[in-house]
């Protein structure tokens, strides 16, 4: 290892939805790293990670967290109360892209098109009636829709509504993952990731990656090897190409994001690359998009990641 190398802990696992989709991140990311040769452990988020972390002092921490624990900022919250220098977004820019409404909207007005959008907590139904404020949302933003949690990742929740009838249903749906929806048009076209990495010499786009699948990119299209279909990179025009990635790289200065993001965009028929989210924490599987990119784009994952981790560290000395 290199002076610049620190020791990592890396954070896996937690008690949200999302926890089985950590473990296999954190492990993932562990092995590349250790192949890189740096000297990784692998700890839980559990009632045992204040104390280790208060003892071992790690040089670096790499919280691969996923859900709301993982990606509102508590955690790097509670890292900066130890004074411990970790990976990834600060706990300001963390919940600002954990909310997809403001997420969205500072992506607008950095310039970036996004879907027009409306905001509902579950009280709201019971305050207005649930009948009227459904109606008032098909008038003003249409068919077809897509309901989700204003929070939350791995399309846990989310619906896409191609008709009146079945949008109650899916309002439903998705207050069993939240108490607050965001409801957006639904934008035909390609969808797109587009992972951004910062190895110290400011953020750049790795190629996009294109998400083809039957159905919805649902929770099980994204982690079960199979169900969905990706080209990497994807098919798009030069120029094209040249604005998804512009568009990933503006989310990611315009939220404050640090080392690593990737951008949910769909290309309408226009060839405008339309935001939809912000990761702060990429999901690092065998299946995940980062990775695909990384491989696509020839780099060897260890010496990336490795990478990402001296420039965390650098950058806090």
């Known amino acids: 290892m290199s002076d610049r190398t620190p ?11 999302e926890r089985d989709v950590s ?3 954190g492990r993932r990311v562990a092995e590349a790293l250790r192949a890189a040769g740096v000297d990784v452990t692998v700890h839980d988020v559990d009632a045992t990670l204040l104390p280790t972390l208060r003892e071992v002092r790690p040089g670096l921490v790499w919280p691969l967290l996923h859900g709301a624990t993982g990606e509102d900022g508590s955690v790097r919250d509670v890292l900066e109360m130890l004074e411990l220098p970790y990976v990834g977004a600060g706990p300001r820019a963390s919940r600002c892209a954990w909310s997809k409404p403001v997420a ?28 009227e404020v459904l109606r008032s949302v098909l008038d003003a933003l249409g068919l077809p829709l897509a309901v989700k949690p204003s929070r939350g990742g791995s399309a846990l929740g989310v619906t896409v509504v191609r008709s009146a009838d079945a949008l109650p249903r899916a309002m439903v749906g998705c207050f069993s993952y939240g108490d607050t929806a965001l409801v957006e048009q639904a934008i035909e076209g390609v969808e797109v990731a587009v992972s951004v990495v910062d190895t ?37 025009a030069t120029d094209v190409a040249a604005r998804v990635a ?24 226009d060839g405008v690359p339309q935001f939809i989210d912000v990761n702060t924490a990429p999901g690092m599987t065998e299946t995940s998009l980062l990775p695909q990119a990384a491989l696509a784009d020839g780099q060897d994952l260890g010496k990336l990641y490795r990478a990402i981790v001296e420039a965390a560290a650098a950058a806090s000395d």
Do not use: N
């Not at 020791?7 to 939805?17: I, K, P, R, T, Y």
């Open 7 to 17: 020791d990592v802990l890396v954070l896996a696992g937690g008690l949200s939805h």
């Open 200 to 236: 110290g010499d400011g953020p750049r786009a790795l190629p996009a990656v294109e998400v083809v699948t039957e159905g919805p990119y649902d929770y099980d299209a994204r982690y079960v090897p199979g169900r969905t279909e990706y080209f990497t990179p994807a098919r798009l």
């Open 104 to 131: 969205k909207t500072l992506a607008a007005q950095a310039g970036v098109a996004t879907p027009r959008f409306v905001t509902l907590p579950q009280s709201l139904f019971r305050e207005l009636g649930a009948g």
């Open 246 to 269: 512009e568009a990933a790289v503006t989310v990611h200065r315009a939220l404050g994001l640090r080392h690593l993001s990737r951008t949910d965009l769909i290309v309408d028929r």
């Open 23 to 25: 473990l296999r991140s």
